[in-house]
Nanobody, 117 residues
Framework: QVQLVESGGGLVQPGGSLTLSCAASGSIFSGIAITWYRQAPGKQRDLVAGITRLGRTNYADSVKGRFTISRDNAKNTVYLQMNHLKPEDTAVYYC???????????WGQGTQVTVSS
């Protein structure tokens, strides 16, 4: 069992920055791959960025060059640094954990990001 807690969301003006955190507990963090998704009202949940247990990253085209995903295994936490935010980045952001050994999937409860002037 893996528990995930997202934090760091909020209201920011266009062009601003936020850093989201996804803290995991309940399993060996170094054996977990983490992916951030987002879901805007009335839209499907889309992949934003992911990081493997070995630190390899991937990004949606819409956030490349603006968002950076990283992990701190000592703190059992993955971060999503979001710069140059746009109104279209407004969504609930969720982190998903996949335990590599078992392929089991866990989701956090989400954190709201609102980009507005």
């Amino acid at each position: 069992q893996v528990q995930l807690v997202e934090s760091g969301g909020g209201l920011v003006q266009p062009g601003g920055s936020l850093t989201l955190s996804c803290a995991a507990s309940g399993s060996i963090f170094s054996g977990i791959a983490i992916t951030w998704y987002r879901q805007a009202p009335g839209k499907q949940r889309d992949l934003v960025a992911g990081i493997t247990r070995l630190g390899r990253t991937n990004y949606a085209d819409s956030v490349k060059g603006r968002f950076t995903i990283s992990r701190d295994n000592a703190k059992n936490t993955v971060y999503l640094q979001m710069n140059h935010l746009k109104p279209e980045d407004t969504a609930v952001y969720y982190c998903k954990a996949e335990v590599v050994l078992t392929s089991r999937i866990y989701w956090g409860q989400g954190t709201q990001v609102t980009v507005s002037s």
